[in-house]
């Protein structure tokens, strides 16, 4: 066996390093696949190909790159890529030194080095060494892409999130599970911001998951304005087979059929969306767009209107929107607008067919603590448990006359609203 090694050291060690790199691009830099993914986009067409032979050494290089990176768009294979172009730069670095009359094993060894500076130094950007906002908004945007809401909450549970695009992610995925107004304060919150946020106040890389947020709930247009702006801040004039598609898939459910084919056909020559836009330039019905253009409204433009006004016009235009309803609530309750919570709460439960959620009853029953008598029948029904609970935070409160209090941070109070509500009334009082 000792023999057998020593023969094939040298493939082992290509091998283990292609396995190496397979398994980072998989598992730790998944997020960054994703990120090379949308911001180059390779088409199979002659008229692409010579656009950008024609712009010199950057069009070259920007070929190259975008027909690398179309591979990225499943994370397999992205990762198989990079693992076998790292072999092969490994391999053309051996056979030069082979050339050159260095045969030594330690000449075998420094051809890695060529294939170390490629994946560490180009594949991994630098920003994503440097900027840890720019890893966390990365990688909580590749999570909402790939719908996996159970990662998503496993994460920002395991870490408080750094930033807002992580808030709103989680926030979303409580949605997509239908536990947002559950589960909301068992989660980091901020402000009304970690639920929707206008454009002008985000980073490029956080229009993309904003957009999939307002898409879903129904904002349409605003889905769209996002999806252009961040089309618009790519680096070097770059085009984006996600940000493309959901310019189509706008223009699509609103209506707009010409301005939609020209994403189309834009779309239709490349390799992993050229069906999806094929199928819909035959005129085959795509079931999500379906469901959108019934419960899309034409009035959802955040320049215009507060978020919540957008939410309270989605919800009225279509009261089966269960997504809008709850971010609806959400939103009252972030911003402690308690007797607006309160009116929604009754207006939702009239016919006995939806029943308030955990967040909710807190909010009601220690609102109603607060402005009525102690033998004042309740405006809805709330659990024993959940009323129990909420009144020894208050009586803790009204005891101690501190808001903070040490015991208020432990189960079950340390996840309830009231205590979040403590929490954003101090950092109000911080702002000048």
Not at 21 to 39: I, K, N, Y
Not at 101 to 116: D, K, T
Not at 157 to 164: H, L, N, R
Not at 205 to 230: P, T
């Given at each position: 066996?000792?023999?057998?090694i020593?023969?094939?050291?040298?493939?082992?060690?290509?091998?283990?390093?292609?396995?190496?790199?397979?398994?980072?691009?998989?598992?730790?830099?998944?997020?960054?696949?994703?990120?090379?993914?949308?911001?180059?986009?390779?088409?199979?067409?002659?008229?692409?190909?010579?656009?950008?032979?024609?712009?010199?050494?950057?069009?070259?290089?920007?070929?190259?790159?975008?027909?690398v990176?179309?591979?990225?768009?499943?994370?397999?294979?992205?990762?198989?890529?990079?693992?076998?172009?790292?072999?092969?730069?490994?391999?053309?670095?051996?056979?030069?030194?082979?050339?050159c009359?260095?045969?030594?094993?330690?000449?075998?060894?420094?051809?890695?080095?060529?294939?170390?500076?490629?994946?560490?130094?180009?594949?991994?950007?630098?920003?994503?060494?440097?900027?840890?906002?720019?890893?966390?908004?990365?990688?909580?945007?590749?999570?909402?892409?790939?719908?996996?809401?159970?990662?998503?909450l496993w994460?920002?549970?395991?870490?408080?999130?750094?930033?807002?695009?992580?808030?709103?992610?989680?926030?979303?995925?409580?949605?997509?599970?239908?536990?947002?107004?559950?589960?909301?304060?068992?989660?980091?919150?901020?402000?009304?911001?970690?639920?929707?946020?206008?454009?002008?106040?985000?980073?490029?890389?956080?229009?993309?998951?904003?957009?999939?947020?307002?898409?879903?709930?129904?904002?349409?247009?605003?889905?769209?304005?996002?999806?252009?702006?961040?089309?618009?801040?790519?680096?070097?004039?770059?085009?984006?087979?996600?940000?493309?598609?959901?310019?189509?898939?706008?223009?699509?459910?609103?209506?707009?059929?010409?301005?939609?084919?020209?994403y189309?056909?834009?779309?239709?020559?490349?390799?992993?969306?050229?069906?999806?836009?094929?199928?819909?330039?035959?005129?085959?019905?795509?079931?999500?767009?379906?469901?959108?253009?019934?419960?899309?409204?034409t009035?959802?433009?955040?320049?215009?209107?507060?978020?919540?006004?957008?939410?309270?016009?989605?919800?009225?235009?279509?009261?089966?929107?269960?997504?809008?309803?709850?971010y609806?609530?959400?939103?009252?309750?972030?911003?402690?607008?308690?007797?607006?919570?309160?009116?929604?709460?009754?207006?939702?439960?009239?016919?006995?067919?939806?029943?308030?959620?955990?967040s909710?009853?807190e909010?009601?029953?220690?609102?109603?603590?607060?402005?009525?008598?102690?033998?004042?029948s309740?405006?809805?029904p709330?659990?024993?448990?959940?009323?129990?609970?909420?009144?020894?935070?208050?009586?803790?409160?009204?005891?101690?006359?501190?808001?903070?209090?040490?015991?208020?941070?432990?189960?079950?109070?340390?996840?309830?609203?009231w205590?979040?509500?403590?929490?954003?009334?101090?950092?109000?009082?911080?702002?000048?």
């Amino acid at each position: 066996m000792k023999i057998r090694i020593q023969r094939h050291w040298k493939p082992l060690l290509s091998g283990l390093s292609a396995l190496a790199v397979f398994l980072a691009c998989l598992f730790p830099f998944r997020a960054v696949l994703h990120l090379h993914e949308q911001q180059h986009l390779f088409r199979w067409t002659g008229y692409y190909l010579r656009e950008q032979l024609a712009a010199g050494m950057a069009g070259w290089w920007e070929l190259v790159v975008s027909f690398v990176t179309q591979f990225f768009y499943y994370g397999w294979l992205g990762a198989a890529v990079m693992a076998l172009l790292v072999v092969a730069c490994q391999a053309v670095t051996w056979w030069l030194l082979r050339l050159c009359r260095l045969r030594r094993w330690w000449a075998y060894v420094l051809s890695f080095v060529p294939a170390g500076v490629l994946f560490c130094e180009v594949f991994i950007p630098r920003q994503w060494k440097d900027d840890s906002l720019l890893r966390e908004a990365a990688e909580y945007d590749y999570l909402v892409r790939a719908q996996r809401w159970d990662a998503i909450l496993w994460k920002s549970y395991g870490q408080t999130p750094e930033t807002t695009n992580a808030v709103w992610c989680a926030n979303y995925a409580l949605a997509k599970k239908g536990m947002l107004l559950q589960r909301m304060f068992d989660f980091y919150q901020q402000s009304p911001d970690g639920l929707l946020l206008d454009a002008g106040r985000m980073e490029p890389l956080s229009l993309h998951s904003m957009s999939d947020i307002m898409m879903d709930l129904g904002l349409v247009n605003n889905a769209e304005r996002m999806a252009f702006d961040a089309m618009v801040q790519l680096p070097d004039n770059h085009k984006s087979g996600r940000l493309c598609k959901r310019l189509a898939e706008a223009n699509l459910v609103n209506g707009s059929h010409d301005v939609a084919r020209k994403y189309l056909h834009f779309l239709e020559s490349t390799l992993f969306y050229g069906r999806w836009a094929r199928e819909r330039l035959r005129g085959k019905p795509d079931e999500r767009l379906e469901e959108l253009k019934r419960l899309r409204t034409t009035s959802d433009t955040l320049l215009s209107y507060s978020i919540g006004h957008a939410l309270e016009r989605l919800v009225a235009d279509h009261p089966d929107n269960l997504m809008a309803r709850d971010y609806l609530l959400a939103y009252e309750m972030l911003r402690l607008d308690h007797e607006r919570v309160l009116n929604l709460a009754r207006r939702f439960s009239r016919g006995g067919h939806w029943q308030a959620p955990k967040s909710v009853q807190e909010c009601v029953a220690g609102y109603w603590m607060l402005t009525h008598h102690e033998g004042d029948s309740l405006p809805m029904p709330i659990e024993k448990s959940i009323y129990d609970n909420t009144l020894q935070f208050m009586q803790i409160v009204s005891q101690t006359g501190d808001m903070h209090h040490p015991s208020l941070d432990r189960p079950p109070h340390n996840h309830s609203y009231w205590n979040y509500q403590a929490r954003a009334k101090a950092l109000l009082s911080r702002k000048p």
